[in-house]
């Protein structure tokens, strides 16, 4: 199956401070998702970003699906912001009923 | 709407018992899936259901069942639980025909000793 890896394992930034996660994935994908997982152990969808850029507030994300990668940009952080930040995808061209697969997450602690 | 609910929110089982755990979502959303994310790790599908009727197995099925006979209701039973099934179970739901995002639970934390 498709290997999802994320970088850096954990991240701790002042706030205030602009960091940049990133999900490296060995095959091509249908869908790609990103999600916070707040210390509280919701898991909140940020983006669903197959392939191009989104922004949301101070919060953006970049997809390149020929190049394999997806990059997750965080500005201007704050405490809130802390927590687990997962990628997700969906293997092939479709037809795989949607089904995510999970990298293991880049831990990030914003400290005030 | 209140979203992708589940229930309980924690559970301690002894070896070998079996229980139930709910999941109910109110958006209409044909796709439900459910996964389990033990610690320091991502999460990983156990069962996934298209439709009412429809169930198919994940990453991860072994000790585990499913049925979905309503849109709304995926429950997910253990069998026999072990200690290997400790872990923290999330339910999640999705109508691709409308957006290919994921909505999740709140989760349920399940101790297994």
């Known amino acids: 199956g498709i290997q999802v890896e994320q970088s850096p394992p954990d991240l701790i930034l002042q706030e205030g401070a602009n960091s940049t996660l990133r999900c490296n994935f060995s095959?091509?994908?249908?869908?790609l998702q990103w999600f916070h997982q707040n210390p509280w152990g919701q898991l909140i969808n940020l983006f669903y970003?197959?392939?191009g850029t989104k922004q949301n507030g101070r919060l953006s994300a970049t997809t390149v699906a020929t190049e394999r990668y997806s990059l997750l940009y965080i500005s201007s952080s704050q405490t809130t912001d802390s927590g687990v930040y997962f990628c997700?995808?969906?293997?092939?061209?479709?037809?795989?009923?949607?089904?995510?697969?999970f990298g293991k997450g880049t831990l990030l602690t914003v400290n005030p | 709407n209140a979203g992708v609910t589940q229930t309980p929110k924690f559970r301690i089982l002894k070896i070998g018992q079996s229980m139930t755990l709910q999941c109910t979502q109110d958006?209409?959303?044909?796709?439900m899936y459910w996964y389990r994310q033990d610690p320091g790790m991502g999460l990983k599908l156990i069962y996934y259901?298209?439709?009412?009727?429809?169930?198919d197995k994940g990453e991860v099925p072994n000790g585990y069942n499913v049925s979905r006979s309503t849109t709304e209701d995926f429950p997910l039973r253990l069998e026999l639980a072990a200690p290997s099934q400790t872990s923290v179970y999330f339910c999640?739901?999705?109508?691709?025909?409308?957006?290919?995002?994921?909505?999740f639970g709140p989760g349920t934390r399940l101790t297994v000793t």
């Open positions: 970003i197959p392939s």
């Open positions: 997700a995808v969906e293997e092939g061209s479709g037809g795989s009923n949607y089904k995510l697969t």
């Open positions: 259901s298209v439709g009412a009727g429809i169930t």
């Open positions: 999640a739901s999705s109508r691709p025909a409308v957006s290919y995002e994921q909505y």
């Open positions: 958006m209409n959303h044909n796709y």
């Open positions: 095959d091509s994908v249908n869908n």
